[in-house]
């Protein structure tokens, strides 16, 4: 019997392998042309390190995790400017924007999802996973 899984498990590593230098040949080439600063967008309020970005491309906005500063970001993108700044979340680990549901879900350090309305982005609720 272990000689068959173990064949097994051979052939379908294998496979995978193959299937993934396959995928490899047929994908484009890099693009020749390096990255270009193009704007910067200022964030004066923000102190420390940021990280984490989530999208909202159907209101054009971007949201940054600033974890020194303990706040999300939402910046809009067309007007290059900070729009608002929701406070009081703890070091955020992560930021997701729900076109479906119209809220912006934080993730913090200390094992808390916060759920904010998207339009005005009061807290809606916050849900306790635990450190």
């Given at each position: ?37 193009t704007g910067a967008i ?51 680990q992560g930021v997701v ?35």
């Amino acid at each position: 019997m272990r000689k068959v899984c173990g064949r097994g498990l051979v052939l379908v590593l294998i496979a995978a392998f193959t299937i993934q230098m396959h995928a490899q040949e047929n994908s484009h080439p890099p693009s020749e042309a390096p990255l270009v600063l193009t704007g910067a967008i200022p964030l004066p309020n923000v102190k420390g390190r940021i990280d984490h970005f989530g999208l909202d491309a159907t209101h054009n906005r971007l949201f940054v995790s600033a974890l020194g500063n303990d706040t999300e970001e939402i910046i809009g993108i067309s007007a290059q400017t900070v729009i608002h700044s929701i406070s009081g979340v703890p070091t955020p680990q992560g930021v997701v924007y729900s076109q479906e549901t119209n809220k912006v879900f934080v993730g913090s350090d200390e094992g808390k999802l916060y759920v904010y309305n998207g339009t005005t982005f009061d807290l809606i609720g916050s849900i306790d996973f635990g450190g």
